[in-house]
């Protein structure tokens, strides 16, 4: 049995439900990483959880290897079939199912994107919070335990996936969790897939922890003269316990190219960008109190917005600020970092890794989530320079031992894929053995995602 032969059955199975053309090939071989392309083999596009479990069982009678794809937004290389075989495109099931209001939850389809669940939320009075910044799959965001600007004050992924049904690599259907808001009802099964990274199987439905919209929202800018004093300001926002919805930390290069690339006009300056979420009342009180604390740390400027176009204009610069630094450098690459560090650590390792780049033949503006202490630089580097993908990967390398130094992480939401492989052992310890010891016992021929998250 080989991955021809699965090919070859699952055609018969899907008709124009499979495609090996080109476009489709090399549209499924590329990510927004730096990682090379790699097409794979087949694109299949099932249509409902009992086509995915016959693809599954396919797949499984021929070790075919299957590699789930959402949106392709992933920075580690996480949906690229690196041992060829079959990328299971789940875009066509991509249906809202049901809008529980009273409970304050939702069933979807993992090939919904949060953009167009919002927009269907719109009337409901409630809105899925976890923003990562692209508009990415549900199902590649619980996959990839996704989390972003919104975190500081609402969670992860891991706080907002109530239940999954999942197709294992045998092609059973699983249920795990429930609508129930708490349960001591056996091991945490949901837990388990969120984050897998499609290694341990399928995810073909989700429910979800809904909120209810604010009375009130507020976004602000604040200047600071230097980075410490902004993450000064943010440590002492956290601690006193102020309710933040965001809060985003720009170093004076991102400042710059956000300035070229989205019209703005800030100072060259260290920037917090913030969101505040509430009653009237509460806004504003938020608000005086972050202006107050800011002032005490050097923060100038401070300007609210409350009109939403304002606001949507400050937050899409915010999620366009990638594709600024990269337009800084026409032609250049970036290899993206993604280190988590405890909030009382975060200045250091931001001010470590300012000196490492300073020091660098390359350059890296600073880019994070700063209110749960999670920060990535963008490193840019010519595509051709060997000398510059070198010194990117020995800043990437040196900002993850930091960060575990610290008691962090080396991926604060990016995900392991293959780029963060080499630091399992580090982060885990006998943990990653665990690891290895579960995707043996769920996928004991390694045909879900091979080359992710653990080796062998």
């Not at 099932?46 to 392709?72: F, K, L």
């Not at 529980?100 to 809105?127: E, I, K, S």
């Not at 969120?194 to 909120?211: C, D, K, N, S």
């Amino acid at each position: 049995m080989t991955i021809q032969t699965a090919i070859a059955a699952l055609a018969t199975l899907l008709g124009d439900g499979l495609t090996r053309s080109k476009s489709d090939l090399d549209l499924h071989g590329r990510s927004e990483s730096h990682f090379a392309d790699c097409p794979p083999d087949a694109v299949v596009y099932p249509v409902d959880t009992a086509q995915v479990a016959a693809i599954v069982r396919t797949c499984a009678a021929h070790a075919c290897p299957i590699t789930a794809w959402g949106t392709g937004t992933s920075l580690e290389g996480h949906a690229l079939a690196i041992h060829g075989g079959v990328v299971l495109d789940l875009s066509r099931m991509n249906r809202l199912l049901a809008v529980n209001a009273a409970d304050m939850d939702c069933v979807v389809q993992p090939g919904l994107t949060r953009v167009a669940l919002n927009t269907a939320l719109r009337d409901t009075g409630l809105f899925f919070p976890v923003d990562p910044g692209a508009d990415a799959s549900l199902g590649g965001m619980a996959a990839t335990r996704a989390s972003g600007t919104t975190a500081v004050r609402y969670g992860t992924m891991r706080d907002n996936v109530m239940a999954l049904q999942v197709v294992l690599p045998d092609g059973r259907i699983i249920r795990t969790g429930s609508r129930a808001r708490k349960s001591s009802a056996g091991y945490d099964l949901t837990g388990l897939f969120v984050g897998a990274e499609g290694t341990l199987g399928i995810i073909t439905e989700l429910t979800l922890r809904l909120r209810g919209q604010p009375q009130a929202t507020a976004a602000a800018v604040c200047a600071f003269p230097t980075v410490d004093d902004a993450v000064a300001a943010v440590t002492e926002t956290i601690q006193m316990g102020v309710a933040m919805a965001r809060i985003e930390l720009l170093d004076t290069a991102s400042v710059a190219a956000v300035n070229a690339h989205s019209g703005m006009s800030f100072s060259l300056q260290p920037h917090l960008l913030l969101e505040f979420h509430g009653s009237d009342a509460g806004v504003a009180e938020d608000a005086a109190t972050f202006g107050e604390i800011a002032a005490s740390h050097g923060g100038t400027g401070f300007d609210r917005a409350t009109r939403t176009e304002d606001r949507n204009r400050l937050w899409k610069m915010r999620h366009d600020a990638y594709y600024a630094i990269l337009a800084s450098k026409p032609g250049h690459r970036a290899i993206v970092t993604d280190v988590c560090v405890p909030l009382s650590r975060l200045a250091q390792a931001v001010a470590e890794t300012q000196a490492d780049i300073a020091a660098s033949p390359i350059t890296g503006p600073i880019l994070g989530h700063v209110g749960d202490g999670n920060f990535h630089a963008i490193l840019l580097i010519d595509p051709d320079s060997a000398a510059d993908r070198t010194a990117a990967e020995d800043l990437s390398h040196r900002m993850a031992l930091r960060a575990l130094a610290f008691g962090g992480t080396c991926t604060g939401e990016h995900g392991v894929g293959m780029g963060k492989l080499g630091y399992m052992a580090d982060e885990h310890g006998p943990g990653w053995d665990v690891m290895r010891q579960i995707k043996a016992a769920l996928d004991p021929d390694g045909i879900m995602n091979p080359g992710k998250v653990v080796r062998g």
